[in-house]
């Protein structure tokens, strides 16, 4: 059995399988002796490596041996150690020029034109929450719909989505948390997947249905309307309108049609969780190379997660088009920096526990194999969590790693298709905006096989390469846009994913 | 018309309507006019009050006049600031005794008895996820068994409730947040209200469940199960999963049959939300009447919501039954004078734009009315979020106002009773415990009829003395405590309202 080596200047190789110590591993050519026991995809020393010298994965150091390492040993927590984190940023010194595939022969999908112009890939009605008050009559007014069957009389219609949460009260009303979830309503309000929106309050909320409306410069009309339990005189009063407001939107959101519309108006948001040793070369590696085609393509990239790029975001500074781009992103680092430090905790020890079951060690190897599914393209702008994206090309949307938060702002942010690369095996979608699985390893394929739309895995064993299995995603992400299922929708997934990020205080 | 004078001291009074600039009022036998509009529940002067002096109402300093008030002004915002927080804590300094009820007149309920030999007044099935990548496989879990009407078969089993939240990963494992979720999931696991219990994982998360039955000393069995979703292979096979395990707790939990139990294993939970300037003298007041009743009977009352007793905690460190209790009381304030610092948040800044709509003003004079509702028994104990409840009397356990995170936290403390009032209108129910709604006023009492349980208005109106209300309350807690339904349970709320208290940051 050989070893798999990422980068010919690394000192680690990953094992393909568990192996016991005394194992011999093919290291270019030659035997090399396991002198500890390894597991699967975990790495392993292919030199002596000195304490205090980098670990090098990726070609870059992705942390310091803590002990003298031997050639064959297992290299994890128990020998090695982030080290200390001061990158040299170097705004804008790397910026490539987009290959623009030429006009003529740009992909297109089959999408909904809305009236404001956005294209959207799904046509849900939604139920919008502004508190945890509402909630249950939110989704009791969806399940009226689910179980009376009228619904079959508007095919065209995806669902009728209710967007819970667990706040909206309990908060400053003068604070960025309160700012954050006003900017994630807002941008599921505008969604170009509803054809329709209803939103709901109780009415004594801190998240006041009509200061929504008014910071957020919207109107009530037929395709978006407003309630609170309150007013309306309580739980079964409030359900009853909710369900006759939704009833009269029906025949006009069923109206909507498919058409022709350009590639270059998919806002693809990338995202993984449960990320395992693999992910970075494999399924990160190639939904980076669909990334890429995107932007060839004239469309929007957005890239997320940033406790997961924390001590690579120097390679992506250097993408940054202009310096202004570049200090926003060394900004949300310097702000991570500090609500981690308020809040107590590291932000260099990301890698969850699966994450270390899975053989990363720190958190500039989780970010250098993260990095790997934005793609290479040029950095074109930094947003906030939930800001509305205006840009074409990779963007950086600032948000925590946890799936559901990140993807609820990439998609408040107006993403609409996602993909999630996973290694462990991931259990989310995210209605209305259909999520692609792409799996690391064809084990974790097999295994769950019905949850997952792309195996990745086949990389390693030299199937396919990264270029290749990055087309198969691109025409996926075009089909499924166009209105195929994904794994997560066959599933259901979806109803129980919003999860808007809650910054600061509950009070 | 004459005014609300709570306290003889007081130099406000309360508006019971809504009056223009010019009304007469009665004021002690002679005629006040009305200087400005005054809206209904809102604050009057009785007398001219210099700007610097105190606003007084229940007989205490709600606040400071930041103007020259009038007589018959309106006392708010605009002319009032909350001022310093200087409180003198006194500890143990009036100790009230119990006046116990002799034991052969103590009431009682009936209830279920555990193996453990705790008390549950439902008899629920649960499913807990440990993260939110496993909620849509217990909700699919739950609506199975809600659809397919194999419950109609079990009719002593209430129900099987899927317990879902929005944390559990994104989050260190080893800080206050960590914790405080591992107490919270803990509390439910072990709530005497289920007679069986689901756990599920996602397998990878943080929260996993492995560490939560090792560091909780829980072991599975008949009764208590658990699995993982990437464990399991996929979203298919775990649901089934779940089914199957379900399916075979149900004839255990349908053997379950109520009997007589003492009142004195009451664990009553006290909470308010969407407040009036009714609430304290009405709903709040009433409902400490029957706290204090339940104490006489020998039973556990958990009062909580940290932020709403600042600026009036000094009067509980006075009742606490011993320094320690009372120096945890103020550990616990200091805790949340840096945690709402850190977060930029101003702890004496809490009534919600409907508190204020409603006539409050200060956090002060929110406090006081808001103590009201714990009675004015000894303090036994001071317990963090979720930390089991081991006393019998009154009790505090910490947590926000914020209703759904403030009862979740009391259920976990092992609260088998919760009664709410509201001034404005709840919409909350909180499987698997049952929810009491006490109206703060007849006129939300009517509005929303069907949401409420008890009206307290009629103590304003003369109908009926606090203590009688009381009476009413306590005798309601039994009725409901031993299976009656109470409003909220009518209307199926408690499916969406379980949230623990996310502490920190997201990562
Ligand atoms: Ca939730
Ligand atoms: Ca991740
Ligand atoms: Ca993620
Ligand atoms: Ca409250
Ligand atoms: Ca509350």
Redesign the interface.
Known sequence: MDLIHIHRADNVALSRAQLPAGSLVNWRGELLELVTDVPAMHKVAVCPIARGEAVLKYGQAIGFASADIAAGEHVHEHNMTAGAHRPDYAFCSKVPAIDYIETSARASFQGYRRANGRAGTRNFLAIVSTV??????S??IAAHFANSGVLRDFPNVDGIVAL???SG?????C???YRTLMRTLHGYIGHPNFAGVLLIG?????M?VN?LLRDCGLETGPLFQALT??GS????A?VQAGVDKLTEMLPSANACQREAIPASELTLAVQC??SDAYSGMTANSALGAAADLLVRHGGTVIYSET?EIYGAEHLLTRRAVAPEVAQKLVDRIRWWEH??E??????N??P????K??GLTTIAEKSLGAQAKGGTSALQDVYLYAEQVRSKGLVFMDS??????SVTGQIASGANVVCFTTG??????SKPVPCIKLASNSALFR?????MDIDCGGIVDGDYSVDECGEMIFQRILAIASGEKSASER???????F?P???????
Chains 1, 2 share one sequence.
């Open positions: 945890n008050c509402s909630v249950t009559v989704r009791a819970g949460h667990d009260c309990g908060m400053s009303t604070d960025e948390g109780l009415g004594c909320e801190a006041q200061s339990i309150q005189g309580g739980t079964r409030a969780g449960g406790p609500y981690t308020i809040n107590g905790v590291a932000l020890n990301n969850s526990p699966g994450n079951a899975g925590p790693g946890f799936d559901p938060v462990r095996g991931s259990a989310f979608g295994r769950m096989r019905e949850d599933l259901d997934y979806g109803d129980n994913e999860a990020w809650r910054i600061g205080a509950v009070i």
